[in-house]
Nanobody, 123 residues
């Protein structure tokens, strides 16, 4: 069992930066690949990026590649999403999720989800 709690969301202007954190409970955190997803009002939840359990690999959606960076600290049971050069279209609720499978962008493959944190980018 893994419990996930996101934090760090807020209101930022276009071009600004935010860093989201996702704190995990459970002794098996380091066994899971971690993903970030987002969901804007009226839209489906979409993949943002993922990081493998051993931090060796990251995967990003084309829409955020070069602007967002995922990292994790297994000693702190925490995964991060650094978001730079934010755009109004990045506005959404951001979720972290855990999966035993790395490299997937598919929502159903992720077993555990946080409650989400709102990110709003003003123009």
């Amino acid at each position: 069992q893994v419990r996930l709690v996101e934090s760090g969301g807020g209101l930022v202007q276009t071009g600004g930066s935010l860093r989201l954190s996702c704190a995990a409970s459970g002794r098996t955190f380091s066994s899971y690949a971690m993903g970030w997803f987002r969901q804007a009002p009226g839209q489906e939840r979409e993949f943002v990026g993922a990081i493998s359990w051993n931090i060796g690999s990251q995967l990003y959606a084309d829409s955020v590649k070069g602007r967002f960076t995922i990292s994790r600290d297994n000693a702190k049971n925490t995964v991060y999403l650094q978001m730079n050069s934010l755009k109004p279209e990045d506005t959404a609720v951001y979720y972290c999720a855990a999966s035993l499978v790395y490299g997937t962008r598919s929502v159903p493959v992720y077993d555990y989800w946080g409650q989400g944190t709102q990110v709003t980018v003003s123009s």
